[in-house]
């Protein structure tokens, strides 16, 4: 079964300081994977995904995300981040055909963004 | 270009009454997923549809819940009776095949 881990609950940092949040699955067939972000009082939005191809995907707002199948990984990363950041980031995988789009979402990572 | 719609946005009942939230997806969308967001339990997967058709329906929690999709272009999710600990964000999302999926505004339901 496809499972997904997201290493930190919250991440505090400094406007204008970079910075990584981490995601590992676990699947044994092929895999998309997707980072969503939910902003306060609001339904999810898709930052990223990869489906195939370059491993390292560029999303929107200045993140991107690099897919490492041997550390089965898929960390998000911004080099300078605003406050508007503050947010909860979500790291999602699917096998896309066999689950029929079904997503397993990781348990979210707080990022506060401080001034 | 409407996203995925839902309503009500905002729901508060007593305990024991029927609760019926809803939600439009994105036209030309042929999946559609009903999620709910607790402190607790963080999104849970609660039932999703191809082509109209419920294809997994194991994250229901009790038979006190039950959704329907009667067309490509609404599904209902319901709750009856209502307890205080469904009180929650409901959300629902819908995709293209095996595309990203995208998310309602969520419907916050109070159950008192």
């Known amino acids: 079964a496809q499972s997904v881990t997201q290493l930190d609950s919250q991440v505090p940092v400094f406007e204008e300081a970079p910075v990584e949040l981490r995601c590992n699955y676990s699947s044994s067939v092929s895999v998309y994977l997707f980072w969503y972000v939910q902003y306060p009082n609001q339904g999810l939005q898709l930052l990223l995904k990869?489906?195939?191809?370059?491993?390292l995907v560029k999303g929107i707002n200045g993140f991107e995300a690099e897919f490492n199948k041997s550390q089965t990984s898929f960390h998000l990363r911004k080099p300078s981040v605003h406050i508007s950041d503050t947010a909860e980031y979500f790291c999602?995988?699917?096998?896309?055909?066999?689950?029929?789009?079904?997503?397993?979402f990781g348990q979210g990572t707080e990022l506060s963004v401080k001034p | 270009d409407a996203g995925v719609i839902q309503s009500p946005r905002h729901e508060v009942t007593e305990m024991g009454q029927e609760v019926t939230l809803r939600c439009k997806p994105i036209s030309g969308h042929n999946s559609l997923f009903w999620y709910r967001q607790t402190m607790m339990r963080g999104l849970e997967l609660l039932i999703y549809?191809?082509?109209?058709?419920?294809?997994?329906d194991s994250g229901m929690p009790e038979d006190r819940f039950s959704a329907k999709m009667p067309n490509a272009s609404f599904s209902t999710l319901k709750i009856q009776p209502s307890e205080p600990r469904d009180s929650a964000v409901y959300f629902c999302?819908?995709?293209?095949?095996?595309?990203?999926?995208?998310f309602g505004p969520g419907t916050r339901l109070t159950v008192l």
């Open positions: 999302a819908s995709s293209f095949f095996y595309n990203e999926q995208f």
């Open positions: 990869y489906l195939s191809g370059s491993t």
């Open positions: 999602a995988v699917s096998d896309g055909y066999n689950q029929g789009g079904k997503l397993i």
């Open positions: 549809f191809n082509n109209n058709v419920p294809i997994d």
